[in-house]
Structures are given as structure tokens and as C-alpha cells.
T-cell receptor, first 119, second 114 residues
Framework: AQKVTQAQTEISVVEKEDVTLDCVYETRDTTYYLFWYKQPPSGELVFLIRRNSFDEQNEISGRYSWNFQKSTSSFNFTITASQVVDSAVYFCALSELGRYSGGYQKVTFGTGTKLQVIP | DAGVTQSPTHLIKTRGQQVTLRCSPKSGHDTVSWYQQALGQGPQFIFQYYEEEERQRGNFPDRFSGHQFPNYSSELNVNALLLGDSALYLC?????????????FGPGTRLLVL
């Protein structure tokens, strides 16, 4: 069965500090997708990134960067020079395809990491 | 381009009642998934609809049912409400028959069962 673990429940940083959010996943499938979503206090989940299991290239988007390592089943998310607007709950998610999900997409979320950026 | 919309935004019900939540997918999307998010938890998958059929279901009882209409919009129905059904209900839509595509979420419906 697919599983996503976000061991960090809450993190507090001072503005302009860098912060890394950890994500470890488990899957039996060789084809899968990993996602990060941001959930501000309003409640709506905002999509940040999608990565497929065949693409281990790290990605950078502005102050955000992602490190995907299949060898350790990790997909970590780093925010550089954090800002107060980054305060939110961040979820890592896994989507399996193929033989173990009947060919249909099912997304499993971690329990989230609450990030508080202090001015 | 309108994103995923959900209605109502908030709802208060009493135990034993029934509730219907509604979702309109993002333009161009044909697949709708529903999630339940309890306070302090990650979203839990309820079920997914494509071509007006439920094609995958999470670990939820039959009290949870749904429907998808020809215009791809969807409803989530919950019968015989329990206190434990209080949660944020999120709808997500995706394209290309939902396989591997990114799911985009609506703002959610906050349900409180008293």
C-alpha cells in the first residue's frame, strides 16, 4: 500500500531563514507521481509541484526547490529566505498508477507540516 | 478560467441528517475526486468519478455516495450523519481521465455535525 510520511509536525523559523520540509514515501509501483501542496489558513490546497518517478532531476522555482531521491524514497522541499506569506501547512502526496490501483489514480497525502515564519 | 468551485462553503447539520455537497471542476477537466480532511490531518480519499461512474473508492462506508453529471460536475452525499463526519470536504478535479494528472482543489466545504 502507498504511504507518505511527514515526520515534522510543526516548524518555526525566523523570516529570511531557509527551511526544509521532509517527505518520505512508500510504494510498490515503479510508476508514480509525487506532489507538494500548500494549504493556507483559508483551507484551499494550492498545487506547488508534480514529479514523476522517472525524473530525478531537482527543480527550482524562485525561492522553492525540491530534492527527489529514489534511493531513499524522499522528496524534500526547501524554501529559501522564508517569508511570512510562506506560513501554511504543506502536504506531500503520492499517486500510484497501474497494477496496484486498477490503472486509476489514487492520491495519498501525508499528515502535513505546519510552517510558521516569524517576522 | 474558473478554478474548482464548491458549494456551500459552510454547513451545520445534526446527527442523523443527510447532506449534499456540490463541486464544479476546472474548465477542461473530466475527473472529480472527493476528500475528507479532519482537523489537523491530511486529506483522506473518499472516491473518484469519471464518465459518471465511481471508479475508485477509499475506506469510507456506504453512507458516503456520489454522483457525476454529464457536465462533469459532481455531488457528494452523506447519509445518517455522525459527529465524526465533521470535517473539511475537498473536491479536486483533473484532466486526461485522471491518470497521473495533477489534481486541482476547490476551497472546500466545512461541515459541522452537532
Amino acid at each position: 500500500a502507498q504511504k507518505v510520511t511527514q515526520a515534522q509536525t510543526e516548524i518555526s523559523v525566523v523570516e529570511k531563514e531557509d527551511v526544509t520540509l521532509d517527505c518520505v514515501y512508500e510504494t510498490r509501483d515503479t510508476t508514480y507521481y509525487l506532489f507538494w501542496y500548500k494549504q493556507p489558513p483559508s483551507g484551499e490546497l494550492v498545487f506547488l509541484i508534480r514529479r514523476n518517478s522517472f525524473d530525478e532531476q531537482n527543480e527550482i522555482s524562485g525561492r522553492y526547490s525540491w530534492n527527489f531521491q529514489k534511493s531513499t524514497s524522499s522528496f524534500n522541499f526547501t524554501i529559501t529566505a522564508s517569508q511570512v506569506v510562506d506560513s501554511a501547512v504543506y502536504f506531500c502526496a503520492l499517486s500510484e498508477l497501474g497494477r496496484y490501483s486498477g490503472g486509476y489514480q489514487k492520491v495519498t497525502f501525508g499528515t502535513g507540516t505546519k510552517l510558521q515564519v516569524i517576522p | 478560467d474558473a478554478g474548482v468551485t464548491q458549494s456551500p462553503t459552510h454547513l451545520i447539520k445534526t446527527r442523523g441528517q443527510q447532506v449534499t455537497l456540490r463541486c464544479s471542476p476546472k474548465s477542461g477537466h473530466d475527473t472529480v475526486s472527493w476528500y475528507q480532511q479532519a482537523l489537523g490531518q491530511g486529506p483522506q480519499f473518499i472516491f473518484q468519478y469519471y464518465e459518471e461512474e465511481e471508479r475508485q473508492r477509499g475506506n469510507f462506508p456506504d453512507r458516503f455516495s456520489g454522483h457525476q453529471f454529464p457536465n462533469y460536475s459532481s455531488e457528494l452525499n452523506v447519509n445518517a450523519l455522525l459527529l465524526g463526519d465533521s470535517a473539511l470536504y475537498l473536491c479536486a478535479s483533473s484532466g486526461y481521465r485522471g491518470q497521473g494528472e495533477t489534481q486541482y482543489f476547490g476551497p472546500g466545504t466545512r461541515l459541522l455535525v452537532l
